[in-house]
Antibody, heavy 124, light 107 residues
């Protein structure tokens, strides 16, 4: 069974940086598009970034230039480097995998398995 | 971005009730729509994809329908385990978006 374990969250001051990690197991990580999705306290879900098996990356406009998604296939790990953080970035961050890589590559990424989330709080 | 609008935002119902949640897309998404269930403090769980295909292990009381811009999630007989927040999500392109959620509460 697939497992995704998110980590790296914490309290950071406005303008600061944080690096999130997602450890994957139970599936062939290197062949799967991975994503970060966030959820501000009491609010809905918001897709943040995606990285394909081939390394293509996509970002939500509001994080472009500040966040960087990356992966280490040798260690089955996904990362999100977050810089220039603001209060609006406060959220639980989830990693999520897509089910079918071919479909994801065609622009139809179905999220079928999620990590437990890690809380990022941006506050002075 | 494609905007997804769910209604209602909150729904109060009894165990055994039939309930329907609606999701509208700001432009056609064919049937590239998924429904997720989320309980407090937990990650979302995939229920339905391709608008009407039940994911493995999801009870048959859940069903989805629709295409284009209008979609529905129906629970035929609400069980106590179903009280949660439900989200629709379009995945018609590389920039997926979610509805704002529908909280299903016990009446």
């Amino acid at each position: 069974e697939a497992q995704l374990v998110d980590s790296g969250g914490g309290l950071v001051k406005p303008g600061g940086s944080l690096r999130l990690s997602c450890a994957a197991s139970g599936f062939t990580f290197s062949k799967i598009t991975m994503n970060w999705v966030r959820q501000a306290p009491g609010l809905g879900l918001e897709w943040v970034a995606s990285i394909s098996s081939g390394g293509f990356v996509y970002y939500k406009d509001s994080v472009k230039g500040r966040f960087t998604i990356s992966r280490d296939n040798a260690n089955n790990s996904l990362y999100l480097q977050m810089n220039s953080l603001s209060a609006e970035d406060t959220a639980v961050y989830y990693c999520a995998r897509v089910r079918w890589e071919a479909q994801a590559a065609a622009g139809n990424p179905l999220f079928d398995w999620w990590g437990q989330g890690t809380l990022v709080t941006v506050s002075s | 971005d494609i905007q997804m609008t769910q209604s209602p935002s909150t729904l109060s119902a009894f165990v055994g009730d039939r309930i329907t949640i609606t999701c509208r897309a700001s432009q056609s998404i064919n049937t590239w729509l998924a429904w997720f269930q989320q309980k407090p403090g937990k990650a979302p769980k995939l229920l339905i994809y391709k608008a009407s295909t039940l994911d493995s292990g999801v009870p048959l009381r859940f069903s989805g329908s629709g295409s284009g811009t209008e979609f529905t999630l129906t629970i035929s007989s609400l069980q106590s385990d179903d009280f949660a927040t439900y989200y629709c999500q379009q995945y018609t392109n590389y920039y997926p978006t979610f509805g704002q959620g529908t909280k299903v509460e016990i009446k």
